[in-house]
């Protein structure tokens, strides 16, 4: 058994829960406040204990395991969670114990390693007369002697064994030198080399202020590459790190904001500048994980990267990040149709700072303070933003584009919390595209209609007939019957076992190929639906391998699967072995059969839930509870709508694949 699976095993859900919520006993189920949402008046929070899950029927609409609970209810990351739970569970996590405390221990002597290397870089640095020209360089740029001290800036001699044979000397062996990433190993002659060589260096420090690499800037005229970073290691991963939170974290809390720019000198500039709150990212977008790591600090961001075209490219790309992975809100309203659905408001508040073309934060800081906090007072709200990149892409003078524009920029525009601001915005793109308002909104509502309304009833039923016997590969069909039978004895809302595999072998697929997160979400959005999000998967951990492949990815890494394996927590590696394992025997299928199973477990477990909610206004209606019979009449017609909408794009989906694809079987 798992860690996870005997921490699941030996503690009860309704314990945990109880700690923070009064919960009473309805049938197999408990219900009681939700501790996530405004919930006073009917109770909208169910556990579950027989299978040890909850679910919130009100407007957080969230679930999961008690792993979920956990993180959600503390704030904690997953691993916190696992280690909180384990030790209440009595769980020592011990089958990884030497192995851990192995590599806890490689991690603090790796670190020792490390920051004695920043000091030798440093004392270099000061003292050689061989850093004449980096002494310069930095000069140049006009660094102060306390800003050098306070980022510990060093040099690299150039030198092919200058830092090996000095830490060797000190007792380090080769291979604590390669794995810290300070020599690189030639291979093919057998030989090891330092990694830097005639660079500036600059230390780069983790959250908690270790030492866990370095960025190195060439000093050579067209040195190639012009910043070398540490390669990868346990300690230093570059999605995972902001330069300079370590020491911005304080007063990016303090002024509310934090700012985001591209390189390590224009956080160090800032910093030197007077503007603390400034931090950089590590590639050429914010990763999730980067995310997750600011939102400690605020939920106020200015991205301020430079005008290029990448600079560009990265600002829209961190853009999308962002809006995967910030917190939501949710409300339920009725748009002008009569349709109930609920809106999730991205709960935060992103700003881009517009860096004028040619020239970086380091440069505007070093000629002129206050025209950096000009910008930064002036950085665009998204919608302005992304409108007038994409206008400057597509002109609107072909109105195709208009339309075109319109639709990527709504749903930002939905994204919105404030109605008033909303509002603005809805006028904003109106003038900017030199379009009616409400032809902007139909078009709104179109978009919704035409992914509802694209098979007519009568055509989708004709097309559900002539679909059987089902495709080759497709899932078998759900068998409504088993739903039924079990209702009437109060129905747990969690997932079949087929189900939890099916999503299980999405994950083993993406794991191993990076291409079918994208070309699954192509096809899910093909259809009106949306992509893939981490609530898709039944299990925490299947959700955090989940969020972790689709970072590597979508940030443009090529994982090869190896290291994947070897970049990942144990407990995580342990799963994604069950997985590989348990698919190995199944034949690779097409990408768009798992965009099928997708809406075929996304089905089961609206459907699941209907049955649930069903039941509970049943319960609602005897009891004369009017309050929650409103709200749940709501829910269930939503997720009536909701389940039409996932049916008809399933049997699109089957039958387009049906015609496309035919030739091939
Ligand atoms: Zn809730």
């Known amino acids: 058994m798992s860690s996870v699976d005997e921490i699941k095993a030996r503690l009860d859900i309704l314990d945990i829960v109880s700690e923070d919520v009064q919960l009473k006993k309805s049938g197999r189920t408990y219900m009681g406040f939700c501790p996530f949402h405004n919930n006073t008046r009917s109770p909208a929070f169910a556990v579950y204990p027989e299978t040890g899950t909850w679910k919130c029927f009100g407007a957080c609409a969230d679930g999961g395991d008690i792993f979920s609970y956990v993180m959600k209810k503390n704030g904690l990351d997953f691993k916190e969670a696992l280690t909180l739970l384990a030790a209440k569970a009595g769980v020592t996590l011990e089958q990884y114990t030497p192995e851990q405390k192995k590599r806890k221990s490689i991690e603090e002597q790796q670190i020792e390693l490390l920051e004695s290397a920043a000091d030798y870089f440093h004392q270099l640095y000061l003292h050689a007369p061989q850093a004449k020209h980096a002494r310069d360089y930095i000069q140049g740029r006009e660094f102060t002697d306390q800003t050098v001290a306070t980022y510990k800036i060093g040099f690299a001699l150039n030198s092919w064994d200058a830092l090996r044979s000095n830490f060797m000397g000190q007792g380090y062996s080769e291979q604590d030198l390669i794995d810290a990433g300070l020599l690189t190993e030639n291979?093919?002659?057998?030989?090891?080399?330092?990694?830097?060589?005639?660079?500036?260096?600059?230390?780069?420090?983790?959250?908690?202020?270790?030492?866990?690499?370095?960025?190195a800037r060439t000093l050579e005229k067209d040195g190639i590459p012009k910043y070398l970073n540490s390669p990868q290691t346990g300690l230093f991963d570059k999605s995972r790190i902001l330069f300079g939170l370590d020491s911005s974290?304080?007063?990016?809390?303090?002024?509310?904001?934090?700012?985001?720019?591209?390189?390590?000198?224009?956080?160090?500039?800032?910093?030197?500048?007077?503007?603390?709150?400034?931090?950089a990212q590590m590639g050429t977008a914010l990763t999730r994980d980067q995310l997750q790591l600011l939102k400690k600090q605020t939920k106020r961001f200015v991205i301020a990267l430079d005008a290029d075209a990448a600079g560009v490219n990265a600002t829209m790309r961190s853009l999308t990040v962002a809006r995967e992975t910030l917190d939501r809100d949710s409300e339920i309203r009725f748009d002008p149709s009569g349709l109930v659905r609920e809106e999730s408001r991205l709960n935060a508040d992103i700003r881009i700072a517009s860096i004028p073309e040619g020239e970086d934060p380091d440069s505007i800081i070093r000629n002129d303070p206050a025209e950096w906090a000009k910008l930064i007072g002036g950085a665009k709200p998204v919608v302005e933003y992304v409108t007038s990149v994409l206008i400057e892409q597509q002109p609107i003078d072909d109105p195709k584009n208009k339309s075109e524009i319109a639709q990527q920029v709504i749903p930002m525009i939905l994204d919105i919390n404030d109605p008033l601001e909303r509002d603005h915005y809805w006028q904003f793109l109106a003038r900017t595209l030199q379009v009616d308002e409400r032809s902007l909104k139909q078009l709104n509502i179109k978009q919704r209609r035409k992914n509802n309304n694209q098979r007519p009833v009568v055509q989708g039923k004709k097309t559900a007939?002539?679909?059987?016997?089902?495709?080759?590969?497709?899932?078998?069909?759900?068998d409504d019957s088993n739903y039924s039978a079990k209702s009437s004895m109060g129905m747990m809302p969690d997932p079949t076992r087929r189900t939890k595999r099916k999503e299980a072998e999405l994950i083993g697929r993406a794991a191993h190929n990076p291409g079918v997160i994208r070309q699954v979400n192509k096809i899910l959005s093909d259809t009106g639906q949306p992509i893939l999000h981490a609530q898709d998967f039944s299990l925490q951990i299947d959700r955090e391998l989940f969020l972790l492949i689709n970072d590597k990815q979508s940030a443009g890494e090529v994982v090869p699967s190896g290291d994947m394996w070897d970049s990942l927590d144990d407990i995580l590696s342990e799963r994604l072995k069950e997985i590989g394992q348990s698919i190995s025997a199944i034949d690779k299928k097409p990408s768009r059969n798992l965009a099928l199973s997708v809406l075929q477990w996304r089905l089961e477990k609206k459907k699941l839930l209907n049955t649930e909610l069903q039941q509970m206004l049943r319960t609602a209606r005897s009891n004369g509870e009017s309050e929650s019979l409103e709200q749940l009449a709501q829910q269930v017609e939503r997720l009536t709508v909701e389940i039409k909408q996932i049916d008809r794009a399933k049997m699109g989906l089957s039958s387009r694949s049906k015609h496309r694809y035919a030739h091939k079987w």
């Open 249 to 279: 974290k304080r007063f990016i809390r303090e002024a509310r904001q934090a700012v985001i720019v591209e390189g390590y000198m224009d956080v160090i500039m800032a910093w030197q500048g007077g503007f603390r709150n400034v931090v």
């Open 187 to 215: 291979q093919d002659k057998g030989t090891t080399y330092d990694r830097f060589r005639n660079r500036v260096i600059i230390p780069i420090r983790d959250v908690a202020g270790r030492t866990v690499g370095f960025g």
């Open 465 to 478: 007939q002539r679909q059987q016997p089902p495709e080759p590969g497709a899932p078998p069909p759900i």
